[in-house]
């Protein structure tokens, strides 16, 4: 045999010789490592692989229960054998039962007017929601006011703007302004009027069954116990400051009133046109305070769903400090997902049932019902919507401490994003993205 395949024996057989070696030292090794208090690699990794797996699927089980129960299949967990508020849980079943999206314990942001205590005067009542109850409110509170027939609000004036929106009734209101002019008008239901702060004004029930209104404030720790008042003002001045004041004796200041009047009854005025011949040349006509047929106004803003009307300094210039919306929603509708990235939103519930849900950072999410006479409120910039949940058409106020109405539309965003863009953030298909409205329509149909 050739020296060469001598070699390439010997080479091959060497091979082989280590070759057993190695397994064998191997075999020795794993029957060490499967001893009885060893596991192998493999073994181990598969072991937690099938724990892994275990608790995916019971946490996508929890998941699925929780669905579940937001479909009305009610499991025993989530049952409450105890107590219960029956009442308060129909008109807000989910802050109680949240969607299963719902995430974290932000802050509440609802509260009733009918939760508050009614301040009872001769001529009507008054009651508030503030930064009392809705502690995250900074900039705006809220006061709902009634008037019976020739009932006023005093003359006053206080430190915050106000805004206001006629919910029944007639009403005259007149505001003067530091150049003396006095501006004065008639509202009825949809109207609204806008004073200035320290603007003196006042507000008075017509014939009929009076009035009711709510008034927004620019200042989230506002209360209507603390204004000026006239009453208060001529009360607590000496005599003899009034008498070189006004001209008045000691016999006729002591016929002022000795303390506020507030809210008191009156006889009913005379016509419009009366007082505004009285005021002369000094009746404000440049200036309007007043903005008719906020409910009623044609809108760009309508679609088969519903409605808003934006109001602010745009088309209601003395509202500089203040700006709204009145939103309408058919049965089934949805104010569409969005923020506002000028200002925290107070809302005011008019009419209707529904529920919104806020999305802020952390992430934190919450939902809750709303009804008539209730109050809302979303943190600036949060993502939320507005569903109408019951058989009538919800309307709604949006409110704003700024002088502009601005609103970021999620559908908008979105469509405005090229295909890459889109697709790497959603995980869907070109296709379905593209099916969204390419639009902000502000209110979206069923």
């Known amino acids: 045999m050739p020296a060469d395949d001598n070699e390439l024996r010997s080479t091959e057989a060497f091979a082989e010789k280590e070759a057993n070696a190695?397994?064998?030292?191997?075999?020795?090794?794993?029957?060490e490592d499967r001893g009885p208090d060893r596991l192998t690699r493999r073994a181990f990794v598969g072991t937690a692989a099938m724990a892994?797996?275990?608790l995916v699927s019971a946490a996508n089980a929890f998941s699925q229960s929780r669905r579940d129960t937001m479909e009305g299949r009610t499991d025993d967990y989530a049952s409450d054998p105890g107590p219960e508020n029956k009442v308060l849980l129909d008109l807000n079943p989910d802050s109680n039962?949240?969607?299963f999206t719902d995430k974290g314990n932000p802050p509440p942001f609802w509260y009733s007017f009918d939760l508050t205590a009614k301040r009872l005067q001769g001529g009507g009542w008054t009651h508030q929601v503030t930064e009392r109850e809705i502690a995250q409110s900074k900039d705006l509170a809220g006061v709902?006011?009634?008037?019976?027939?020739g009932s006023f609000r005093e003359l006053h004036w206080h430190l915050a703007d106000e805004w206001a929106i006629m919910l029944a009734g007639r009403a005259r209101v007149s505001v003067m302004q530091p150049d003396g002019n006095m501006f004065i008008d008639d509202v009825e239901r949809g109207d609204l009027w806008y004073f200035p702060a320290g603007y003196p004004?006042?507000?008075?029930?017509?014939e009929g069954p009076g009035c009711e209104f709510l008034l927004v404030f620019d200042q989230g720790d506002f209360s209507e116990d603390d204004t000026f008042l006239l009453s208060d003002l001529l009360a607590h001045i000496p005599p003899d400051v009034i008498q070189k004041n006004m001209g008045w004796t000691r016999q006729e200041w002591d016929q002022l009133p000795p303390e506020e009047l507030?809210?008191?009854p009156a006889e009913l005025p005379g016509p419009l046109e009366a007082?505004?011949?009285f005021l002369g040349s000094r009746l404000e006509t440049e200036n309007q305070y007043t903005f008719h047929g906020a409910l009623t106004l044609p809108t760009p803003h309508q679609t088969a769903g519903g409605s808003a009307r934006v109001l602010d300094s745009t088309n209601f210039p003395v509202s500089k400090n203040i700006a709204s919306a009145?939103?309408?929603?058919?049965p089934g509708a949805i104010r569409e997902l969005h923020w506002h990235p000028n200002a925290s939103e107070w809302q005011y519930w008019i009419q209707g049932k529904g529920r919104m849900t806020i999305v802020m950072t952390g992430p934190k999410a919450r939902t809750s019902d709303f009804n008539a006479g209730d109050v809302g409120y979303v943190p600036n910039m949060a993502g939320h919507y507005i569903e109408n949940t019951g058989t009538e058409d919800v309307i709604f106020l949006e409110m704003f401490r700024t002088h502009q109405y601005q609103s970021i539309s999620v559908n908008e965003w979105i469509s405005r994003m090229p295909d890459r863009m889109a697709q790497a953030h959603l995980r869907l298909p070109v296709s379905t993205i593209r099916r969204i409205p390419s639009s902000q329509l502000v209110v979206l149909p069923k």
């Open 22 to 31: 190695e397994d064998g030292s191997q075999d020795r090794q794993n029957q």
């Open 52 to 54: 892994s797996a275990s």
């Open 97 to 99: 039962l949240p969607p």
């Open 144 to 149: 709902n006011m009634r008037l019976t027939s």
């Open 201 to 206: 004004h006042s507000i008075q029930g017509l």
């Open 262 to 264: 507030y809210i008191f």
């Open 275 to 277: 007082d505004k011949r």
């Open 326 to 330: 009145v939103v309408v929603l058919k």
